[in-house]
Nanobody
Framework: VQLVESGGGLVQPGGSLRLSCQAS????????MSWYRQAPGNERELVAG????????NYANSVKGRFTISRENAKNTVYLQMNNLKPEDTAVYYC?????????WGQGTQVTVSS
């Protein structure tokens, strides 16, 4: 299993970013996927999750209405569209899934929201 995130960067408050996670090494369309984030000094927290077919999703209260998780099973890719970004969204964002009872993580992509 390999998860590779991309799309992070520096953005001003109120701006947008779209993160991508390219997955390989497993039957992507059969598994739910998630995005987590970890800010300095904080525990890693769930940001959003999406079902295997993409029909259902869930979000942390702090990002509801601003972030949207989606996936393209034909491309083995999951996305996180982040709008109206706030300084408190600054963190390293990780793609995650659980296959065969084991957790897998990408290397993370840094998102910094600052003026």
């Amino acid at each position: 299993v390999q998860l590779v995130e991309s799309g992070g960067g520096l953005v001003q408050p109120g701006g947008s970013l779209r993160l991508s996670c390219q997955a390989s090494g497993f039957a992507f369309s059969r598994y739910a996927m998630s995005w987590y984030r970890q800010a300095p000094g904080n525990e890693r927290e769930l940001v959003a999750g999406i079902s295997s077919a993409g029909g259902s999703s869930n979000y942390a209260n702090s990002v509801k209405g601003r972030f949207t998780i989606s996936r393209e099973n034909a491309k083995n890719t999951v996305y996180l569209q982040m709008n109206n970004l706030k300084p408190e969204d600054t963190a390293v964002y990780y793609c995650h899934n659980r296959v065969g009872g084991r957790n897998y993580w990408g290397q993370g992509t840094q998102v910094t929201v600052s003026s």
